[in-house]
């Protein structure tokens, strides 16, 4: 699971890097990063699942069809919220927002399908919210403190440029540098971040909702097929996006690259949560926010503000809380919390007509990656 964490976190790392270098300087659009990589990631599962003689390949049992597919489109917005915030947000906070949807699944599973829904989980929920707001630094609230940072760094670039240093302007924004940001860049990016947030959270409540039925890489698999679909209409739906394959060898290696991290990241949170029953393999999934602040300072020379690491903090402690809590009410009853639903029938009967053995390890969190 940590090494897991560490390769989801390179993989927010090229999908920057090529967001703001790629195409001689221009970037790629989101849409267009993620139709090569859903490709990549599209080969890579079949190949496997063929290999291996994945029962249902490919495309699961027919009863849980529809609900894979309803799958696959969340899961897009899940992953396009995520990719389209790391074009103005830095890699420590678009990576702290996704720590939300969990919560949201967990309210929406506790109408849909009766799960415990505590207290604690609420509070949690509402605190994580106002670190969402200390992240997004609004400008009709924060502007009683002056100006908001993205602003500040904004007026510093106006400066540099006036002073005659436009190279160092470019330069910096050439390596991801959030100078140019503005608070209105900033706020779209949180927005689509939290509707990113909506999709990956639908895509969690969907996966409890199949449970062993559907072979983890089956779902992934119709993950990546439906956000590759969508993405190729959009490109040819939207002129200003355009279809874009990478223009160089270097943007070539980061696309290939970013795939090849997606599909390692989802195989070894699997095959974690397969050996590693308690919760102890699933805390670790918050370690990447650790990596994330790391990539920021090494790769982008981005250290977070004070508001930031408040803001990090509250969802970041929040989502451990509630982990913690889960953890304790999962040693008091081995039923409760199952990422497949252990107790149905349905869920049972896979187990007993032979289907893979850790179909029951659907791991929230790759759902919106």
């Not at 602003?151 to 959030?178: F, N, P, Q």
């Not at 002129?239 to 394959?245: A, D, Q, S």
């Not at 980061?254 to 393999?281: D, H, N, P, T, W």
Request: proline share 4%; aromatic share 10%.
């Amino acid at each position: 699971m940590l090494i897991a964490q560490l390769f989801g976190t390179v993989m927010n790392v090229m999908t920057r890097l090529l967001e703001v270098q790629a195409n001689q300087g221009k970037g790629m659009h989101p849409l267009q990063i993620l139709f090569t990589r859903m490709a990549l990631t599209i080969v890579c599962g079949c190949t496997y699942m063929y290999v291996t003689k994945t029962p249902h390949f490919p495309f699961g049992a027919p009863e849980v069809r529809r609900l894979l597919v309803l799958r696959g489109f969340a899961g897009f917005f899940g992953v396009f919220g995520m990719y389209y915030s790391l074009m103005y947000l830095p890699l420590a906070e678009a990576t702290v927002i996704t720590f939300l949807a969990p919560g949201l699944a967990s309210w929406a599973c506790s109408i849909l399908l009766s799960e415990p829904f505590t207290r604690t989980e609420k509070i949690g929920g509402l605190v994580s919210m106002a670190g969402v707001v200390l992240i997004a630094r609004p400008a009709t609230i924060f502007q009683v403190f002056g100006q908001t940072h993205a602003a500040v760094h904004s007026d510093k670039a106006k400066v540099m440029i006036a002073d005659g240093d436009v190279s160092e302007v470019v330069a910096r924004m050439a390596v991801g540098d959030l100078d140019s940001v503005t608070p209105l860049q900033r706020l779209s990016a949180v927005g689509v971040a939290m509707l990113g947030v909506l999709g990956a959270a639908t895509a969690y409540t969907v996966l409890r909702w199949i449970g062993k039925r559907a072979h983890p890489l089956i779902s992934v698999n119709y993950f990546a097929s439906t956000t590759f679909v969508v993405c190729l209409i959009l490109q040819i739906a939207l002129p200003e996006v355009g279809f874009l394959l990478p223009t160089d060898l270097k943007d070539w290696s980061y696309l290939i690259f970013l795939g090849v991290c997606g599909f390692i990241m989802q195989y070894l949170l699997v095959s974690a949560l397969a050996y590693e029953k308690s919760s102890r393999a699933t805390n670790l999934i918050y370690v990447q926010m650790l990596f994330a602040l790391g990539a920021d300072r090494l790769v982008f020379g981005h250290s977070p503000g004070l508001l930031s690491i408040l803001g990090s903090s509250l969802i970041l402690g929040s989502a451990m809380v509630v982990a913690l809590q889960k953890s304790v009410g999962k040693a008091a009853s081995p039923d409760y919390g199952d990422a497949g639903g252990a107790g149905d029938e349905e869920s049972q009967m896979s187990l007993i007509s032979g289907d893979h053995p850790a179909e029951h390890v659907v791991a929230p969190m790759t759902a919106g990656r």
